[in-house]
């Protein structure tokens, strides 16, 4: 028989993102960040290679974020709404940890395993977040996948990638719940 853990699963169960938008200060504390960071590096590695690593930006580091994407996307001709959208999530948010895919070279360990151990180092980040007590959102957007600006402004070397840019601070509002998946429609048994 299993032994379950009622605490955790219903957790699990009603756990939802709360907008960045709406998050403020404070902010999780180094002592505290280290902890669902440490929760968050317990997440599958078939290999032990850990494909991945964290940058925890803080305040000063969001504000030259939100102006270096503002400059980037200018650079990029970009429309000015998508600009703005990009530099708001630098500039509003109090804290974020970006999840760096550092892929490790392999002959056991598919590029593909590598890549959804990052998933799952960003999922396990945002859970261990909201678990403390705290709000959190797992972002991207176009500068995340901008090589010129990942490398430039946050330092990841050719082979990296962004994850995931998780904010992470205190929630404003309670975000009203969403529509899920109909299991149904998402589903297939199959007995043999």
């Known amino acids: ?62 504000a030259r974020l939100a102006e270096s994407v503002a400059e980037r996307g200018a650079a990029l001709g970009l429309e000015p709404e998508k ?19 550092s892929p490790k070279p392999s002959d056991k360990i598919p590029d593909v395993e590598q890549v959804l151990s990052a998933g799952a180092v960003c999922m396990q980040l945002l859970n261990a977040a909201l678990a403390a007590g705290w709000g959190a959102n797992w972002l ?26 998780l904010h992470l601070g205190t929630e404003s509002n309670a975000p009203p719940e969403r529509p899920r998946p109909d299991l149904d429609m998402i589903t297939e048994w199959v007995a043999r």
């Open 1 to 62: 028989m299993p032994d379950p853990n009622p605490a955790a699963f219903g957790f699990l169960e009603t756990r939802r993102s709360r907008p960045a938008k709406t998050l403020t200060g404070p902010v999780p504390d180094r002592d505290a960040l280290r902890r669902i960071l440490t929760v968050a590096a317990r997440a599958p590695d078939h290999g032990k290679l850990e494909p991945w690593r964290f940058l925890v930006l803080e305040a000063a580091a969001m």
């Open 83 to 101: 600009i703005e959208k990009a530099a708001g999530e630098f500039a509003r948010a109090p804290l974020a940890v970006v999840v760096v895919a």
């Open 140 to 165: 991207s957007g176009w500068a995340s996948h901008d090589r010129d600006w990942r490398e430039s402004n946050l330092g990841l070397m050719p082979h990296e990638w962004i994850a995931g840019i």
